[in-house]
């Protein structure tokens, strides 16, 4: 914890640095002797400014558009995991009070697959890497698989109410579901198209900016910091909050360690 927090205030230090070399760099560039004269006299006059506040406020869609997108996306991802979690408890319920022969198996599916979902999916959707899930290196399919199995096979629908069994079923297929929800979301990025977005409409507010404090070189310096500090940190913040089960304000397990533990209580009552 203490080296994530050690690490994200280099990277902002760094993005200060940045921000000033770059600015420093563009006021040096704009305000040497000859070449300030001939943009002074280009573009001095020019009506410069409402395109300027045109280009900031595209830069601000653009980084609004994708925190948007990164909202959605955890908000899917909580919600994927609230409901596998309520499915999983529900299942564990049912299994108490259906025949033995189905429900001591169900149950012990159910207790693995959770277990698994913890010690082995969810370390790699932390770690974004849900090639390792889809490939069975850390997946928890296989107890998934054998639930699917018991609920749907011929012998457990013979001993079970028409009801129970449905209800069972959709049980599964929610769980199934809301599992891939989950990975997929895991997946998530800001892409080639956010970067670009936001680095198009940075260069063009820059230039822009620049263009319009030819006789300013304190405030063109000042203006294009603050411009490029704002920019590159949500950048930055949004890099770090593109995958809803790492970083800022990342979606926790803490719904499926309930239902962990929950099963758990279940399995003990049923044997006293």
Known sequence: MMTSIALIILNLLMIIGVSWLVSYV????????????KLVERYHNMPIAGLNSGAIILLSLGLAFIFSDISAVRSRAKASTLQEAD?????GRMSLNIDPTVGAPLMASAR??????LEKEWPAMHRGSSYAIRSGVSSALPPLARMSDIVYSPESIA????VTSMHLANLVSRIREQRLQRIDASDFGMGLRGYLLVALTLLATTVLLS?????KPASQFISNFCLFFVTLAASYIAFLSQNPFFGLDAVTNIPLQEAFDRLNTMELTRKS
């Open 26 to 37: 563009i006021m040096r560039w704009s305000f040497s002797a000859k070449r300030n004269a």
């Open 87 to 91: 499915a999983l408890r529900t299942l």
């Open 112 to 117: 693995e697959y959770t277990a698994s979902v």
């Open 159 to 162: 001993k079970l109410p028409t």
């Open 211 to 215: 263009m319009s404090m030819l006789t």
